[in-house]
């Protein structure tokens, strides 16, 4: 019997065959300035950083709320400069979902103050 199974031996003896190196792959760190592929400066430079948007959220949201797509692009803008595509666009993402969120806060509250001064002028002439 063999001493892994419980199959018969067979009439060939197993001979024991030496492992194969394996070559590791060559990974380069993510700091290094270059590109590591030759597609690679096209695809970074297909990452939006969004940072205009994120100027315009600063001042419409506020400083609390227009300081996160601001910060998010200037991430993603560093990114970009070193290469790094994967971090670089999900820095892209979160600062377009930030300023998207931001914008749709900064017009909803502006409707709402229109809204308000058009209703509290009306109110002050009807009692004038």
Request: aromatic share 14%; net charge positive; glycine share 4%.
């Amino acid at each position: 019997m063999n001493t892994y199974t419980l199959d018969p031996p067979t009439s060939e003896p197993i001979i024991a065959s030496t492992p194969v190196p394996v070559s590791a792959p060559i990974v380069t760190p993510s700091y290094y300035p270059y590109p590591t592929a030759p597609n690679a400066q096209s695809d970074i430079q297909k990452i939006r950083d969004w940072l205009p948007w994120s100027i315009i959220s600063f001042f419409m949201g506020g400083i609390l709320l227009g300081f996160l797509p601001l910060i998010f692009s200037l991430i993603c803008r560093s990114n970009k400069k070193y290469n790094e595509t994967h971090s670089a666009r999900l820095m892209s993402t979160l600062a377009l979902i930030f300023n998207i969120i931001i914008t749709m806060i900064g017009i909803t509250v502006l409707i709402g103050l229109f809204i308000y001064i058009f209703v509290f002028t009306q109110t002050v002439r009807t009692y004038v």
